[in-house]
């Protein structure tokens, strides 16, 4: 704007010229553009001046014969806002809050922006973001500087000279309509197979006492892979199911089965489904995420028709390979009618299910749905090609430490898994007119993917900074609410960096508690997202954040607040919580949980 500024005196300056009052102040960076000129008298002209970025008039009576400092060109005056400071004084703030400085004087001045966030006033400029590729120099950054409190930023905003402070309230939460348009869903139910139990009750123990479901693969089988362990059910799932309804389903639909006929008596529905005491068939609906669902059932065909021949191979291998017979299955069990969906999006599978449920709700086309994911893929073929790909993790059972290590130092694949976890979702006002308990609000969910590659994550972490954005603005949340993180966290190297390159990025310097359960459960593939959002639910519901195991030393590059060791109370400030999933190919899913205070 000014690359070679020169002296006049005041007697030529016109409106629009860029104008410093004398050498201290343009060596400052203290301009102002000339709105008005008006002689006084003879000796003396009246200048009107207003800071080049906005701000406030004042009138200087200036000796027209003075020198002043001028830049090169004019200003367009019409283009300069008339602003003033907010006065803070008067303001009750709210977490989610910013307030900028802008030195209006400088015409190259960037805004100083802070955010409220627990009570506390952070830094929040585009220097402090988390998204580039200064890790390997993570030990020579200074420490992010402490929040200030209400106080000390008012009184920096009264202090503040040459500066506009701009006042931003957070986004007001958007309005749920009970007569029309979106309707607010809510979670009475939960459901779940993993490999630390059948049932909920087994998950959430095993969780907090920092168990580790993940064995040795001792089959036949698996002998000669060069990875042998796994995150496998401790149960035959068939045993728990009628025989003749069992032998026709895979069992990744077993596993779905049961977690969905869980969460359906968990709501307090009648355990014979929509045929009982439960709501219209018609209303309800299915809603599953599934990579491949079982993959065992099409190569258990292939190998008996090159046994046996045509005749060997059963009429039932084609219904119970496709990914989508978890979902019938469910929909068979209950008598659910409304619908059946799959979501096949890799490991991001579970929890887009969930997501294209709670829209399903919210928008009137079902009043209920059971969401979630379900898997079995521990099998030869899916271990020895991911052994190939050297996504695999490497450590043993032997040290006492998980072998899956989500954000440890010694990080160095992931451990595959198996089992389902559903979530009942409702709208709200069906589950309050029939007395339901609530366990918290399915708040918003986020989608993006990452174009970067087939299987590895962006480095940059962009596309999941990208659904962590989303997913809080559709839940009406600001960073400042985030009061937990169920992370994907697989324990690949680059993928662990990348979520928290991402997770810094928009959370900005929250410290906010973050957990990874693959330690606990092994990779449960298009299950997590299921398994990890009844995880996420009881968190906030019991207020208790399951430890992360298998981390006995962090990556000092991943920069979060791992819980470990123990579990931790949930922060009494905020009330959302995100639980993350990315998958092979750059699938991107955040499910934003709110919880339900009183």
């Known amino acids: 704007m000014r690359r070679t500024p020169h002296t006049v005196t005041v007697a030529e300056l016109v409106p629009g010229d860029l104008l410093a009052l004398s050498a201290r102040d343009a060596d400052a960076d203290r301009w102002y553009v000339v709105m008005h000129t008006l002689p006084v008298c003879p000796e003396s002209i009246r200048v009107t001046l207003r800071p080049p970025l906005g701000g406030a008039d004042r009138d200087e009576e200036l000796d027209r014969n003075r020198t002043v400092t001028v830049g090169d060109h004019r200003v367009d005056t019409a283009g300069i806002p008339l602003l003033t400071s907010a006065n803070l004084r008067a303001v009750d703030f709210r977490d989610g809050d910013r307030v900028g400085f802008l030195r209006t004087v400088d015409p190259h001045a960037v805004e100083d922006t802070y955010v409220r966030r627990w009570g506390g006033w952070n830094h929040d400029t585009p220097g402090d973001r988390a998204d580039d590729h200064a890790d390997d120099h993570a030990d020579d ?31 007001a939460r958007p309005a749920t309509s009970r007569t029309g ?125 090159r046994e046996k021949g045509p005749r060997g191979v059963s009429p039932l291998t084609t219904p119970m390979t496709v ?11 209950l008598r659910i009618t409304g619908e059946a969906r799959t979501v096949t999006s890799a490991c991001a599978s579970g929890t887009e299910a969930v997501g294209e449920a709670v829209d399903r709700i919210r928008y009137g086309r079902i009043d209920v749905a059971l969401a979630g994911g379900a898997e079995a893929v521990v099998t030869p073929a899916i271990m020895a090609s991911f052994a ?18 989500p954000f440890a130092r010694d990080r160095d694949g992931f451990v595959n898994g198996e089992g389902a976890g559903f979530l009942l979702l409702e709208a709200e006002e ?31 972490g962009a596309g999941v900074a990208l659904a962590l954005r989303r997913a809080l603005a559709d839940a009406g949340a600001e960073a400042a609410d985030v009061v937990h993180v169920n992370a994907h966290a697989t324990a690949t190297v680059d993928g662990d960096l990348a979520e928290a390159r991402a997770l810094r990025s928009v959370l900005g310097g929250c410290r906010v508690p973050v957990t990874a359960l693959k330690g606990h459960l092994g990779h449960l593939q298009g299950a997590a997202g299921g398994v990890e959002a009844v995880a996420t639910v009881l968190t906030l519901h019991h207020g208790l954040v399951p430890p992360t195991i298998g981390c006995a030393e962090q990556d000092p590059a991943i920069e979060l607040d791992v819980v470990t060791k123990a579990p931790r109370p949930l922060p009494a400030r905020g009330d959302v919580a995100l639980s993350n999933s990315f998958g092979f190919g750059g699938h991107n899913a955040v499910l934003a949980l709110r919880r339900v205070r009183g």
């Open 141 to 171: 950054r200074p420490e992010p500087p402490l929040p200030l409190s209400d106080a000390e930023l008012r009184k920096r905003a009264a202090e503040a000279v040459d500066h506009v402070v701009r006042h931003r309230p957070r986004r």
């Open 181 to 305: 348009g979106p309707r607010r869903v809510v979670v009475t139910g939960l459901g779940a197979v993993t490999p630390l139990g059948v049932g909920v009750g087994d998950l959430w123990a095993g969780l907090l006492e920092g168990r580790c479901g993940i064995r040795e693969l001792d089959g036949e089988e698996f002998a000669g892979l060069p990875v042998r362990v796994a995150g496998t059910v401790p149960v035959d799932p068939a045993a728990l199911l009628p025989r003749p309804q069992a032998r026709r389903m895979n069992r990744a639909a077993q596993f779905a089965v049961l977690a969905a006929r869980e969460a359906w008596r968990d709501a307090g529905f009648d355990p014979a489904g929509t045929t009982g005491s439960g709501p219209s068939p018609e209303r309800v609906g299915v809603s599953a995420g599934a990579i491949l669902g079982d993959a065992s059932v099409l190569v258990g065909g292939d190998r008996r028709l």
């Open 323 to 333: 990914p989508s017979q978890a979902a019938s299955q469910v929909s068979l069990a």
């Open 388 to 405: 190939a790909m050297r996504a695999l993790s490497g450590h043993g059972l032997g040290d006492g430490e998980s072998p899956s290590r």
């Open 430 to 460: 069906h589950a309050r007119a029939r007395g339901a308990r609530i366990y918290c609000e399915a708040a918003g969910w986020g989608l993006s993917a990452d174009a970067h590659h087939m299987a590895a994550p962006d480095p940059s």
